[in-house]
């Protein structure tokens, strides 16, 4: 396999030996741009200043002033392959090269040999290059640790992926790795430049417009291989156009040492450039870095609150070719762990998104999916639920946490009452305020209070009820309310209103406080002849529904931070349905 038209010696295989430079083939004038604008050196490479320092390991690479192995890390047109080309001439050592998409053990093991035998004659140090080495498997990775250890061979590898995921360890702990750096917009304009003028790029032969050359810098978006390739389309298509024969060839009323378009010089105008190229280089690998950290980036936007954002992250995983799957997959996740019981529509939306994606698929569910983000970055936060699962667990691991409390375990089979299964259990729906005291903890984890409810959203009324709950459950006294002197305006606020005050459904009374923070409720206080009913039926000696029992037993409202009724603590009294007097209610 030629690697860019520069390897001239070929081997079955995919391995291309260069003994030496001579060996190498110049560029010729029908390669690709990016081909024949290959740095000669390493002070044409641009973009990676933080490795060019005097004395850093890529300038002894390149110079042969320390044999070290070196893996080469960064996002596709950074230099990878300049930087193998550039150690291929620099020095006489002998250069290998092969590609992980052809190369097998059986050719690594043949190199290794050939060098370790070329070093017992006393010949020259062996440079081997592997392009896409996150493609070996651990197998042949493994078949590269002995010669790098003792330097038989000197690796030089290229990945495109993060080598902490796709290298083995013993490997990566071998080699001197180097991150090479996305280049930025004024490094792919630099190089854009320098190939219009340069004889071995387009010497002058086309001008390019500043929209033009905008056009092409952002959508190459850092690569400049991209770029280039780009730039040789549109510049064919403009000589083309004007009449001109060869792109290579300046045009002879050009005006020397300057780029000032003449009369017959091409033009590369904007209409040009898009027709070269109208999609921006995607930075994005299913299975890669950028995979995770696209990803990364999308669900801390949602956790975040910035629905743009979100929508962004979410449109670059689209555009890549991400599983819509996946995506849903995140979502209804995120609606759990990070949104919880602040919003439980949530994962509602979550859920239903991710259904219409395996009912409808792409292009369309991409709406869907859209909605979902815009719901779980714009709703109420809370992950009280996420860290009292975590707390829980912990405690499970630490090995807390007894035996099964008698009255709770199972009971339907012959012979489980005979063991005590079930005995003295309580069934909370007997009890007119549905729930009971009852131990339902194991006994070493009587006080613990895994969730820990937020204000937020809906959850509000959640952090309202939970502490009546534990309360009643676990059989401990209300707290006593302070003492309302008559004549007060505390007490004169009831009967100025005309009655009771409504009660909050989300305590286990009427209708929520605020319906825009809780789903809670769906159903209405019951009404004046509602109760006035309740008390005819109790007068009558009949006893009163749970309904009644829920308008008899409110308890006392208090006004909540946003102005609504919240339900205070229940107070206890005596009423006409014969209830005990002093039961709180949840």
């Not at 309580?426 to 070493?444: E, K, L």
Request: charged content about 20%; aromatic content about 4%; some cysteine.
């Amino acid at each position: 396999m030629e690697m860019d038209g520069l390897f001239s010696l070929t081997r079955p295989g995919g391995v291309q030996v260069a003994a030496s430079a001579s060996a190498f083939t110049p560029p010729s004038a029908d390669s690709p741009l990016p081909v024949r604008m290959r740095p000669a050196g390493l002070d044409e490479l641009v973009g990676q200043d933080h490795l060019l320092a005097p004395g850093s390991p890529l300038r002894q690479l390149v110079t042969g002033a320390t044999p070290m192995s070196v893996i080469l890390w960064g996002p596709p047109g950074t230099g990878k392959t300049t930087i193998a080309h550039l150690v291929a001439d620099a020095t006489d050592r002998k250069f290998v090269a092969m590609s992980a998409l052809s190369a097998g053990v059986k050719d690594v093991r043949a190199v290794i040999d050939a060098a370790r035998q070329e070093r017992r004659q006393g010949g020259p140090p062996t440079v081997l290059f592997i392009d896409e080495v996150h493609r070996f498997s651990k197998t042949q990775q493994d078949s590269l640790l002995a010669a790098v250890e003792d330097r038989t061979v000197t690796l030089l590898a290229a990945t495109t992926e993060n080598p902490y995921f796709s290298v083995i360890s013993p490997l990566l702990s071998r080699c001197v790795l180097l991150t090479l750096r996305a280049l930025g917009d004024d490094d792919v304009r630099l190089l854009v430049r320098r190939a219009l003028t340069d004889q071995r790029g387009l010497g002058g032969a086309v001008t390019l417009s500043a929209e033009a050359e905008d056009h092409l810098v952002r959508l190459a978006s850092g690569d400049v291989r991209k770029a280039l390739t780009a730039l040789e389309a549109a510049a064919a298509t403009a000589v083309a156009q004007s009449g001109a024969s060869s792109p290579d060839a300046t045009s002879d009323s050009a005006v020397p040492g300057t780029s000032s378009p003449t009369p017959r010089t091409p033009v590369i105008d904007l209409a040009t450039a898009e027709k070269a190229v109208d999609v921006a280089a995607v930075r994005y690998d299913r299975d890669g870095d950028a995979h995770y950290d696209v990803t990364s980036a999308f669900i801390k936007s949602m956790r975040g609150s910035d629905p743009d954002a979100a929508l962004h992250w979410l449109a670059r995983m689209l555009v890549a070719g991400e599983d819509p799957r996946f995506i849903a997959r995140r979502i209804v996740i995120f609606a759990s762990e990070d949104v919880g019981m602040a919003d439980p529509q949530a994962l509602v939306v979550a859920t239903a998104a991710a259904q219409a994606v395996q009912l409808i698929g792409l292009p369309e569910c991409q709406l869907n999916l859209a909605q979902a983000v815009v719901h779980m970055a714009t709703a109420p936060k809370s992950n009280a639920v996420t860290t009292a699962l975590g707390s829980a667990m912990a405690d499970v691991r630490a090995g807390r946490g007894g035996a099964v409390p008698a009255h709770l375990r199972d009971a339907h089979y012959p012979g489980a009452r005979g063991l005590g299964h079930g005995r003295g259990y309580r069934y909370p729906h007997d009890d007119p305020r549905g729930v009971v005291t009852q131990q339902y903890i194991p006994d070493d984890l009587t006080h613990a209070e895994y969730y820990q409810p937020t204000d937020h959203g809906a959850e509000r009324a959640v952090s309202e009820r939970v502490p009546r709950l534990r309360r009643i459950v676990r059989g401990l006294a209300a707290p006593a309310r302070p003492a309302v002197a008559a004549g007060s305006a505390e007490a004169a606020e009831p009967a100025a209103a005309g009655g009771p005050p409504t009660p909050d459904r989300a305590a286990g009374g009427g209708s929520a406080a605020d319906a825009s923070r809780s789903s809670v409720s769906t159903e209405p206080t019951p009404s004046a002849p509602a109760k006035k009913a309740s008390r005819s039926r109790a007068a009558a000696g009949k006893k009163p529904s749970r309904s009644d029992a829920a308008v008899e037993d409110e308890p006392a409202a208090t006004p909540a931070q946003d102005g609504t009724e919240a339900a205070g603590e229940a107070v206890g009294r005596a009423d006409d349905s014969g209830d005990a007097a002093g039961e709180e209610q949840p």
